[in-house]
């Protein structure tokens, strides 16, 4: 069974950094493309991050471009994100996801499953 649990989450002034991890604890993933979205208060869970099975693409929100990276280790099955030169608006709640499917989307219907999702708070 997929189980995702994010980590990483917490408070940063602006123009820090946070790593954010997301393993599949029940070690059942293969072959899936992963995902990174987040929800801010009042807001719609808004896509942020992909990256194919393989690793090797990657695509991101214009609004990330340049400070958050991707990337993966499927032997460890984690998934992280690497967020650099945080800003007050990427304030919210962050999920991780997984589809069946090695290919990158940024659709979350596309997402079988999800994580519980980890707080990050960038204060001004």
């Known amino acids: 069974q997929v189980q995702l649990v994010e980590s990483g989450g917490g408070l940063v002034q602006a123009g820090g950094s946070l790593r954010l991890s997301c393993i599949d604890s029940g070690r059942t993933l293969r072959g899936n493309a992963m995902g990174w979205f987040r929800q801010a208060p009042g807001k719609e869970r808004e896509f942020v991050a992909t990256i194919t099975w393989g690793g090797s693409s990657t695509y991101y929100l214009d609004s990330v471009k340049g400070r958050f990276t991707a990337s993966r280790d499927n032997a460890k099955n984690t998934v992280y994100l690497q967020m ?9 709640v962050y999920y991780c996801a997984a589809r069946h499917s090695p290919v990158a ?3 979350k219907a596309d997402y079988a499953y999800w994580g519980q ?8």
């Open 84 to 92: 650099n030169s945080l800003k007050p608006e990427d304030t919210a």
């Open 105 to 107: 989307s940024s659709k």
């Open 117 to 124: 999702g980890t707080q990050v708070t960038v204060s001004s």
